[in-house]
C-alpha cells in the first residue's frame, strides 16, 4: 500500500481483519477466558472489539478456525467469520487482505500474505499493546490463572528481518511501519 492510500484510511472507517485464535492466545486475559471454552474466549474478544468499534467508528471481521461453530456474537461494526472445512482462517484472512485494510495477525504467512495483497500487516502484540494503552474494556480477569504468561510464544513467530541495508533517513521508520502507526493511532480517535 502506498502512502496516498494509507493516509486515506485518515478520512473513512477502517476494516480490520482479525486473526481471531491467533489474537487471542497472545493477550492474557482473553487467553485465560479461553481455557474456560473456545466459546468464552471468542465472546470476550468480540467484546472487547465491540468497545473499541464504537470509540473509532472502524469496522472489524473476526476469522476462526473451526466451520459450523457458532456462539461468537458479533454485532454491528463487529462481524464473525468461521472458516469452512476446506479452509484456514489464515486462507479467509489472506483472501479478504485482496480488498484492502489491516491484517492482525503473529503468523508471519498471514502478515506476508496481507503485504501481498495490498492490506496492511500489524501483528497481535502491536494491536494489543494499542487497545491496552486505551484503556479498553478488558475482559474480567477474575480467576485468571497464575501461570499466564503476558506473551505465549507461536510457532510460527518469527521475527522478520530486512533483506539488506536501508537507503534512506535512518531515524525514520520504514514506509509500511509507518502506515502501521497511522493506522493503530487511528483507533484512540473518537468520531462523535
Keep these: 500500500m502506498d502512502e496516498p ?22 493477550d ?7 481455557r474456560m471454552s473456545l466459546e468464552a474466549g471468542r ?5 472487547r472489539l465491540m468497545t473499541v468499534a464504537r470509540a473509532s467508528g472502524d469496522r472489524f471481521t473476526v476469522v476462526f478456525d ?3 461453530h457458532g456462539g461468537a456474537g458479533g454485532g454491528g461494526a463487529v462481524r464473525v467469520l468461521f472458516s469452512s472445512a476446506r479452509e484456514s482462517a489464515d486462507r479467509v484472512l489472506a483472501r479478504m487482505a485482496t480488498r484492502g485494510g489491516a491484517v492482525v495477525s503473529n503468523d508471519r504467512e498471514v502478515r506476508r500474505a496481507a503485504a501481498r495483497a495490498g492490506a496492511l500487516a500489524i501483528s497481535a502484540d502491536e ?8 484503556g ?3 475482559p474480567d480477569r477474575g480467576g485468571r490463572p497464575a501461570d499466564a504468561t503476558p506473551h505465549m510464544k507461536d510457532e510460527d513467530e518469527e521475527p522478520e528481518r530486512p533483506a539488506g541495508p ?4 535512518p531515524r525514520r521508520l520504514p514506509r509500511k511501519q509507518r502506515a502501521a502507526a497511522r493506522a493503530l493511532g487511528r483507533l484512540g480517535k473518537s468520531r462523535l
Design 5 to 26: 492510500e494509507a493516509a486515506a484510511y485518515n478520512d473513512r472507517a477502517m476494516h480490520w481483519l482479525i486473526d481471531g485464535y491467533n489474537v487471542i492466545r497472545r
Design 28 to 34: 492474557p486475559a482473553l487467553a485465560s477466558r479461553e
Design 43 to 47: 465472546d470476550a474478544l468480540c467484546r
Design 66 to 68: 473451526g466451520a459450523g
Design 127 to 134: 494491536f494489543l499493546a494499542r487497545l491496552e494503552r486505551l
Design 136 to 138: 479498553a474494556e478488558a
Design 166 to 169: 536501508r537507503k534512506g533517513n
